[in-house]
């Protein structure tokens, strides 16, 4: 059986994004796949370092909203990056063996760097501002991979590109390394069929930063009211004027959550009988008859935090036994002791 390994950042909450973005996908690839998925908490550090106060509380979240969303540590392995300390000495020996022109060159950091203000004047300057440990996530990232000799890593497009770097960090150390019949496999992603869900704010993306998110954990009245905040097309002002489905953030939303009514929702938007408020109280309503076992698992497994520990240090300790067979085979093709 093929092996996945995917990770999270603990950043909290988890939104409808990573739901059918992500999770959703995971839960299906627990019966076609072996499945290890980390909460990747030392990841979290390298832009959020300067403020760690939060950040078991973000953990447990994380792995409640996992767990309520359907990810089965009976079926997968879900551990945390920094109860395997493997993954720190495979990131050490990688980042020996990988060029730094591979890490500058990456669009994910560039555009980040970006993003951040890591950008410092001209273009051969750029991220001299970005610190260390953040220059090396997809070192990191590769470990956090090659660690369980993963075949499939499912992420994300903007994840592609660190991805390509484990492959060619796979194929280097094979090459530098490889002669004595140890070898990485060379990991392939796996994108999402989902289109990508806007945010409520019509944003091309839900994300926290953005404030536009509807939460896995949020009761009926806050989804309804996320959902009335949504924007629809700026052209239908009344009630009876005609829409344009195609504009339209709600309807995007129909096509994911009530696939059952989208095309009746589609004629009667563009006819001008249906109005955006009931088209909203109607999603509303989907959103939260998906949301609702969910949202019930999350209450009872928050109200035992004592129990998600256990999960989480037992998928570690499973996660461990596989990391170190690794690291062992690692050290003998390096002749370190
Ligand atoms: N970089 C990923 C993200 O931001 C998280 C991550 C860390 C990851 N290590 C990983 C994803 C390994 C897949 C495999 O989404």
């Not at 953990?59 to 969303?69: F, G, K, V, Y």
């Not at 990810?71 to 920094?82: A, E, G, N």
Request: glycine share 6%; aromatic share 6%; charged share 25%.
């Amino acid at each position: 059986m093929a092996r996945i390994f995917s990770g999270m950042r603990p950043t909290g909450r988890l939104h409808l994004g990573h739901l059918v973005g992500a999770l959703e996908n995971w839960v299906r690839f627990q019966d076609s796949y072996e499945t290890i998925f980390g909460i990747v908490d030392w990841h979290a550090l390298t832009t959020g370092y300067s403020n760690t106060t939060d950040l078991q509380t973000h953990i447990r979240e994380t792995a409640a909203d996992w767990l309520a969303a359907g990810i089965d540590p009976q079926k997968s392995i879900i551990m945390l990056q920094s109860a395997v300390k493997e993954h720190a000495e495979l990131h050490l020996l990688f980042s020996m063996i990988t060029p730094t022109p591979w890490l500058i060159r990456n669009p994910t950091l560039k555009e980040q760097a970006k993003d951040l203000g890591l950008v410092d004047g001209s273009d051969d300057q750029e991220m001299t501002k970005m610190d260390y440990g953040h220059l090396g996530y997809p070192v990191l990232q590769s470990a956090d991979i090659l660690v369980y000799k993963a075949d499939i890593v499912p992420v994300g497009e903007d994840q592609v590109p660190h991805i390509e770097i484990c492959r060619e960090i796979a194929r280097r150390f094979n090459f530098l390394f490889g002669e004595r019949g140890f070898r990485f496999p060379e990991p392939q992603h796996k994108l999402t069929q989902t289109p990508r869900l806007p945010g409520t704010d019509g944003n091309m993306k839900m994300s926290k930063s953005l404030n536009n998110c509807i939460y896995l954990a949020d009761d009926p009245d806050t989804i309804q009211s996320q959902v009335k905040k949504m924007v629809t097309d700026p052209k239908k002002v009344r009630k009876n004027d005609p829409g344009r489905p195609e504009v339209c953030s709600v309807f995007t939303y129909h096509g994911v959550f009530n696939a059952q009514e989208v095309a009746e929702i589609e004629k009667t938007c563009r006819s001008g009988e249906l109005g955006c408020v009931d088209c909203k109280k109607n999603l509303g309503e989907k959103i939260d008859r998906k949301l609702a076992p969910i949202r019930t698992r999350r209450n009872e497994l928050t109200s035992e935090p004592q129990n998600l520990d256990k999960i989480l240090l037992d998928g570690s300790d499973r996660a461990r036994a596989i990391a170190s067979s690794t690291l062992k085979q690692v050290r003998k093709a390096m002749n370190l002791g």
